[in-house]
């Protein structure tokens, strides 16, 4: 079974400086990668994807993720956090290799971000 | 309207009383889920529905009962709920029940049983 492993379950960050969440997948073939936001009373929001084609991926709201498939990893970051990006961040995976949607969630990394 | 819209947003229940959940996608899409989100525990798949059929019933209790009567509804009845059962319940959809297609979530019902 797959496993999604999110390092840190809060972050602080100052504003304006860089947002780093790491996210690790175990599986020997890579799956279909994914980053969620969940702001505080509302679902679950897409910030970006990687399927297929190049590793550094650009999502909503200034955010890029880089698959790396020596490391299993596909961190999350930001170059300058807002105020706004205080949020719950997910990721997910889905193994391209099984039949259906069935996406693995990790933990979640809650940040806070200071003025 | 647009997205998925889940209703009602708060539900607080006896353990005996009998309820349901809705949800409403306006994407067009053909699958449909049920998550339950719950403090300090990863989200986890309930059921799902593609083509408005069953298709994932993840070992989830009996008291749970989801129907689909079409591809743009999907209704989670309660009945009999425990205290444990106390969380955030998420509905998804998604344009076709494959692996690389991304799940789009409502704001999802708050249930709390007494």
């Known amino acids: 079974a797959q496993s999604v492993t999110q390092l840190g379950s809060h972050v602080s960050v100052s504003e304006g400086a860089l947002v780093l969440l790491r996210c690790n997948y175990s599986?020997?073939?890579?799956?279909?990668l994914f980053w969620y936001v969940q702001y505080p009373n509302q679902g679950l929001q897409l910030l970006l994807k990687?399927?297929?084609?190049?590793?550094l991926v650009k999502g909503i709201n200034g955010f890029e993720a880089e698959f790396k498939k020596s490391e299993t990893s596909f961190h999350l970051t930001k170059p300058s956090a807002h105020m706004s990006d205080a949020a719950e961040y997910f990721c997910?995976?889905?193994?391209?290799?099984?039949?259906?949607?069935?996406?693995?969630f990790g933990g979640g990394t809650r940040v806070l971000v200071k003025p | 309207e647009t997205g998925v819209t889940q209703t009602p947003r708060h539900l607080v229940m006896g353990m005996t009383n009998k309820k349901s959940l809705k949800c409403e996608q306006h994407?067009?899409?053909?699958?449909m889920y049920w998550y339950k989100q719950s403090a300090k525990k990863p989200l986890e798949l309930m059921f799902v529905?593609?083509?408005?059929?069953?298709?994932e019933n993840n070992s989830v209790p009996s008291r749970f009962s989801p129907e689909c009567p079409n591809s743009s509804h999907l209704f989670l009845h309660l009945h009999t709920l425990q205290p444990e059962d106390s969380a955030l319940y998420l509905c998804?959809?998604?344009?076709?029940?494959?692996?690389?297609?991304?799940?789009?979530f409502g704001d999802g019902t708050r249930l709390s049983i007494l």
């Open positions: 998804a959809s998604s344009q076709e029940f494959i692996s690389n297609q991304p799940q789009h």
């Open positions: 599986s020997s073939v890579p799956p279909y």
């Open positions: 990687y399927t297929t084609g190049a590793t």
């Open positions: 997910a995976v889905s193994d391209q290799r099984a039949a259906g949607n069935k996406l693995t």
């Open positions: 994407l067009g899409h053909n699958a």
């Open positions: 529905y593609s083509l408005e059929e069953r298709v």
